[in-house]
């Protein structure tokens, strides 16, 4: 049976929650995203956002090799979620707002953040959901291309046990690079190697076994996470935040 509260009552309730902001106010604080560049070059950390009213991001840091910066996900407003991706933006020129362009992860002119869809590139994708008790959900897709390796580290919670999926590492260290099919492999002005570019995301071909021989803890064609055993997407509801480093 349904227990009425008297109005009086009522009223002092609802006076309380509008001096404390209202419920969201005991809400969680927001993950936080430590990216860590150990790529041997400076990157520009780039970021797209999904449609659904996730909040785009205005400022995102420079790394140069060795250094770490951190950014809280804005999800703690309306609509409470945030769906996207982070990527390393490679050889990159010119002055931001004008001539700005990269050669890897190109996103437009400014330096701090995108204003255009991200070229080909390695991808961290997350989603944080406060409706969503699994979540935040989060993975390394090479499903587009390969540019550098990432990992990404749940922060907060125990190292799982060895063969558990929740709070995994995702991704892998190693170079991935030379594992390319070489029609596939794009190099730099000076000859190296610097990208590969799946030819056909949504089918298995050379390049997703190329790569996922070589990486077994990530995306690399869009509908591997129906196969058995497949180890793509993993989740997390502890934790405080993520390491997300690109190698």
Same mark, same amino acid.
């Given at each position: 049976?349904?227990?009425?509260?008297?109005?009086?009552?009522?009223?002092?309730?609802?006076?309380?929650?509008?001096?404390?902001?209202?419920?969201?106010?005991?809400?969680?604080?927001?993950?936080?995203?430590?990216?860590?560049?150990?790529?041997?070059?400076?990157?520009?950390?780039?970021?797209?956002?999904?449609?659904?009213?996730?909040? *785009?991001?205005?400022?995102?840091?420079?790394?140069?090799?060795?250094?770490?910066?951190? +950014? *809280?996900?804005?999800?703690?407003?309306?609509? @409470?979620?945030?769906?996207?991706?982070?990527?390393?933006?490679?050889?990159?020129?010119? $002055?931001?707002?004008?001539?700005?362009?990269?050669?890897?992860?190109?996103?437009?002119? @400014?330096?701090?953040?995108?204003?255009?869809?991200?070229?080909? *590139?390695?991808?961290?994708?997350?989603?944080?959901?406060?409706?969503?008790?699994?979540?935040?959900?989060?993975? $390394?897709?090479?499903?587009?291309?390969? &540019?550098?390796?990432?990992?990404?580290?749940? &922060?907060?919670?125990?190292?799982?046990?060895?063969?558990?999926?929740?709070?995994?590492?995702?991704?892998?260290?190693?170079?991935?690079? &030379?594992?390319?099919?070489?029609?596939?492999?794009?190099?730099?002005?000076?000859?190296?190697?610097?990208?590969?570019?799946?030819?056909?995301?949504?089918? +298995?071909?050379? @390049?997703?076994?190329?790569?996922?021989?070589?990486?077994?803890?990530? @995306?690399?064609?869009?509908?591997?996470?129906?196969?058995?055993?497949?180890?793509?997407?993993?989740?997390?509801?502890?934790? &405080?935040?993520?390491?997300?480093?690109?190698?």
């Amino acid at each position: 049976m349904r227990t009425w509260r008297p109005l009086a009552a009522l009223a002092v309730l609802v006076a309380s929650l509008l001096t404390v902001g209202g419920p969201a106010s005991a809400a969680p604080p927001p993950h936080v995203i430590t990216f860590v560049n150990h790529t041997g070059a400076t990157i520009w950390i780039g970021s797209t956002v999904n449609a659904d009213g996730s909040t *785009a991001f205005v400022s995102l840091p420079m790394l140069t090799d060795g250094q770490s910066a951190a +950014k *809280a996900i804005p999800e703690t407003n309306s609509p @409470y979620h945030w769906r996207g991706t982070f990527f390393a933006r490679q050889r990159c020129s010119g $002055v931001s707002g004008s001539t700005f362009h990269c050669l890897v992860g190109d996103c437009g002119r @400014y330096a701090s953040h995108c204003v255009t869809g991200e070229q080909p *590139a390695s991808l961290a994708e997350f989603n944080f959901d406060r409706s969503d008790g699994l979540a935040p959900w989060y993975d $390394v897709s090479y499903v587009n291309a390969v &540019s550098v390796p990432i990992t990404i580290t749940p &922060s907060g919670v125990p190292v799982p046990p060895p063969g558990t999926r929740p709070c995994s590492t995702a991704g892998c260290p190693g170079e991935l690079l &030379s594992a390319c099919p070489a029609a596939n492999l794009h190099r730099a002005p000076d000859g190296s190697p610097m990208l590969c570019v799946n030819p056909a995301r949504d089918s +298995k071909t050379a @390049y997703s076994n190329a790569i996922t021989a070589r990486c077994p803890r990530a @995306y690399t064609w869009s509908r591997q996470d129906t196969e058995p055993g497949n180890q793509t997407v993993f989740d997390c509801p502890a934790c &405080s935040g993520f390491t997300t480093t690109f190698h």
